[in-house]
């Protein structure tokens, strides 16, 4: 299976989804939600690290404009 199928983002207005393709609706569901619950954590993880990144840059602004 072809992860990069399920995942869709347009970097021009930022938005993404998640669009599950016919094989991974047909997986058992266990094994569905094992996987999510993985990228849901790694999502996560991303995020986490993408705020404090965000945090930073505005504290800089902050700084400068001070």
Known sequence: ???NELFTMNLD???A???PTK???NLNPLLKCDILKD???DVQKEYNKS???LESVLK????EKA
Not at 60 to 63: F, L, Q
Request: hydrophobic content about 30%.
């Open 60 to 63: 800089e602004i902050r700084n």
């Open 13 to 15: 207005d930022g938005e």
């Open 17 to 19: 989804e998640f669009k």
């Open 51 to 53: 705020v404090e990144e």
């Open 39 to 41: 990228w849901f954590y």
């Open 23 to 25: 094989e991974f609706n």
């Open 1 to 3: 299976m072809k992860t």
